[in-house]
């Protein structure tokens, strides 16, 4: 066993040294060389009391078995130290969870692209996603799993099956599904590949209004974004675009600015950062192609972080309208450092400002036009469900459509396919109604926001 105040030791200039690291840089250039050196002692000296602590703590206290593992004591003693910050958002996280929050913000990973629930309490297929290797393997939608390399998934939870379905891409993972009208289970071979997470779902209001909600600001929003929109106006001329970032709970600032500067004139700040030392980081639009028809913001409590530097940029521009309820507050920079065992803390480092040097955090950004969602009866409620169901249903009905066309041209195992598959159906036209989207009847805020946009339509051809 490694000795417990080196251990302890070794971890606290780990966890403590890159903050001291990053703080050098800061430090009065008058303070002398002897009055650090007795800081770093005091530093250390401090440092071994928790490790005396921690000591004490594993040899004398009355459970044993609370306190055998040395990384969950050594954890906590990270965790009590941030938690002496009152500060939500500042956090470590153990090596799993960094990786799971990578993955989530690059936006790629190592999959098969499936939609997972559980549906009577069996692991089912809510339905592939198209373009990907089970959607090229023929998996449909309701498929049940029954197992995943030949384990059985009775009581198996979607996290930890997502667990096993990802893996490193080009290597195989197999899934027994029982499929509706089928005697017997169906064994399907599929190759893992990246998977881009899905961040935006766009589509058509109608002929000339666009629309595109923002489930999250991982890496590849902003092209994402750019790719909806060009495919909306190479087959319609838009005059009016609904930006949803209603629940939105953010992500990387980098995105928010790629999205913003979609909307924006080049040069116009997006949003600067205030360390509590040094001068402020400003972000500018870089584009020399921002679009400019009429843009209508939805926001509510759930819009946060990089959601918020995007409409206080497009509040504070006047370059369109907020329609919504206030937003969460959340305007706190959280910088992420890696740790030596594959760890990482997320520590809060700067604060977040709009264009007008207005402070988010713990504020929000209220809307121009406060539009509250309706209270629902529990009846309402119920209707709401299963009228969303429905959308998500008819969309799925898409995707299956889609896959039919490709299956029937592509009858080999797909789930090894490596070109680009176009998988855009030559079915509907771009005239066609089934092409725009169904607005749910309790969703006062979108509808409103469709509304002002006809409005503005209508006004401008008055004479």
Same mark, same amino acid.
């Not at 797909?414 to 309790?442: E, G, H």
């Given at each position: 066993?490694?000795?417990?105040?080196?251990?302890?030791?070794?971890?606290?200039?780990?966890?403590?040294?890159?903050?001291?690291?990053?703080?050098?840089?800061?430090?009065?250039?008058?303070?002398?060389?002897?009055?650090?050196?007795?800081?770093?002692?005091?530093?250390?000296?401090?440092?071994?009391?928790?490790?005396?602590?921690?000591?004490?703590?594993?040899?004398?206290?009355?459970?044993?078995?609370?306190?055998?593992?040395?990384?969950?004591?050594?954890?906590?003693?990270?965790?009590?130290?941030?938690?002496?910050?009152?500060?939500?958002?500042?956090?470590?996280?153990?090596?799993?969870?960094? $990786?799971?929050m990578q993955?989530?913000?690059?936006?790629?990973?190592?999959?098969?692209?499936?939609?997972?629930?559980?549906?009577?309490?069996?692991?089912?297929?809510? =339905?592939?996603?198209?373009?990907?290797?089970?959607?090229?393997?023929?998996?449909?939608?309701?498929? $049940?799993?029954?197992?995943?390399?030949?384990?059985?998934?009775?009581?198996?939870?979607?996290?930890?099956?997502?667990?096993?379905?990802?893996?490193?891409?080009?290597?195989?993972?197999?899934?027994?599904?029982?499929?509706k009208?089928?005697?017997?289970? /169906?064994?399907?071979?599929?190759?893992?590949?990246? /998977?881009?997470?899905?961040?935006?779902?766009?589509?058509?209001?109608?002929?000339?209004?666009?629309?595109?909600?923002?489930?999250?600001?991982?890496?590849?929003?902003?092209?994402?974004?750019?790719k909806?929109?060009?495919?909306?106006?190479?087959?319609?001329?838009?005059?009016?675009?609904?930006?949803?970032?209603?629940?939105?709970?953010?992500?990387?600032?980098?995105?928010?600015?790629?999205?913003?500067?979609?909307?924006?004139?080049?040069?116009?700040?997006?949003?600067?950062?205030?360390?509590?030392?040094?001068?402020p980081?400003?972000?500018?639009?870089?584009?020399?192609?921002?679009?400019?028809?009429?843009?209508?913001?939805?926001?509510?409590?759930g =819009?946060?972080?990089?959601?918020?530097i995007?409409?206080?940029a497009?509040?504070?521009?006047?370059r369109?309208?907020?329609?919504?309820?206030?937003?969460?507050?959340?305007?706190?920079?959280?910088t992420?450092?890696?740790?030596?065992?594959g760890?990482?803390?997320?520590?809060?480092?700067?604060?977040?400002?709009?264009?007008?040097?207005?402070?988010?955090?713990?504020?929000?950004?209220?809307?121009?036009?406060?539009?509250?969602?309706? $209270?629902?009866?529990?009846?309402?409620l119920? =209707?709401?469900?299963?009228?969303?169901?429905?959308?998500?249903?008819?969309?799925?009905?898409?995707?299956?459509?889609k896959?039919?066309?490709?299956?029937?041209?592509?009858?080999?195992?797909? =789930?090894?396919?490596k070109?680009?598959?176009?998988?855009?159906?030559?079915?509907?036209?771009?005239?066609?109604?089934?092409?725009?989207?169904?607005?749910?009847?309790?969703?006062?805020?979108? $509808?409103?926001?469709?509304?002002?946009?006809?409005?503005?339509?209508?006004?401008?051809?008055?004479?």
């Amino acid at each position: 066993m490694l000795n417990w105040t080196k251990k302890i030791l070794l971890a606290g200039v780990t966890i403590i040294g890159l903050h001291y690291v990053l703080s050098t840089a800061n430090l009065n250039p008058f303070t002398s060389e002897l009055t650090a050196a007795r800081v770093k002692m005091n530093f250390f000296s401090e440092l071994k009391t928790v490790s005396d602590v921690l000591k004490l703590v594993q040899y004398k206290y009355v459970e044993e078995d609370k306190v055998k593992d040395q990384k969950v004591l050594i954890e906590g003693a990270i965790q009590g130290i941030l938690k002496k910050l009152d500060d939500p958002f500042s956090r470590y996280m153990p090596p799993t969870n960094f $990786k799971s929050m990578q993955e989530e913000t690059e936006g790629e990973f190592g999959g098969l692209g499936i939609l997972l629930g559980i549906r009577d309490k069996v692991l089912t297929i809510i =339905s592939p996603m198209e373009g990907t290797p089970a959607f090229r393997a023929g998996v449909r939608a309701s498929d $049940k799993i029954i197992k995943i390399n030949g384990k059985a998934t009775e009581g198996m939870s979607v996290e930890a099956a997502v667990k096993i379905l990802r893996g490193k891409p080009k290597t195989k993972v197999t899934i027994s599904v029982f499929r509706k009208g089928e005697k017997e289970l /169906i064994d399907i071979d599929i190759i893992r590949d990246l /998977i881009k997470v899905p961040s935006v779902k766009a589509g058509m209001i109608n002929d000339t209004l666009g629309y595109a909600r923002l489930t999250g600001f991982t890496a590849t929003v902003g092209k994402d974004l750019d790719k909806e929109i060009t495919k909306m106006e190479k087959d319609h001329k838009l005059n009016g675009f609904i930006l949803d970032l209603r629940g939105n709970p953010g992500g990387l600032l980098t995105a928010a600015v790629e999205v913003g500067q979609q909307f924006l004139p080049k040069n116009q700040t997006v949003v600067s950062i205030k360390a509590r030392q040094g001068q402020p980081t400003v972000f500018k639009a870089r584009s020399n192609h921002a679009h400019k028809w009429p843009l209508i913001v939805l926001i509510d409590g759930g =819009s946060a972080s990089a959601s918020e530097i995007v409409a206080g940029a497009i509040k504070d521009t006047k370059r369109g309208i907020l329609l919504g309820t206030k937003s969460f507050g959340k305007g706190s920079v959280q910088t992420v450092l890696p740790l030596a065992d594959g760890s990482a803390l997320a520590l809060t480092t700067a604060y977040y400002y709009t264009p007008n040097d207005v402070k988010i955090h713990k504020i929000g950004v209220s809307p121009d036009i406060e539009v509250k969602f309706p $209270k629902l009866t529990d009846k309402e409620l119920k =209707s709401y469900r299963d009228e969303l169901e429905a959308i998500n249903q008819k969309n799925y009905k898409k995707t299956e459509k889609k896959q039919n066309t490709y299956l029937k041209d592509h009858p080999t195992d797909q =789930s090894k396919a490596k070109d680009p598959i176009d998988t855009k159906s030559k079915v509907a036209s771009k005239d066609s109604t089934d092409d725009f989207m169904n607005i749910p009847k309790f969703d006062v805020q979108l $509808k409103r926001a469709i509304d002002l946009l006809k409005a503005n339509v209508i006004f401008s051809k008055l004479k």
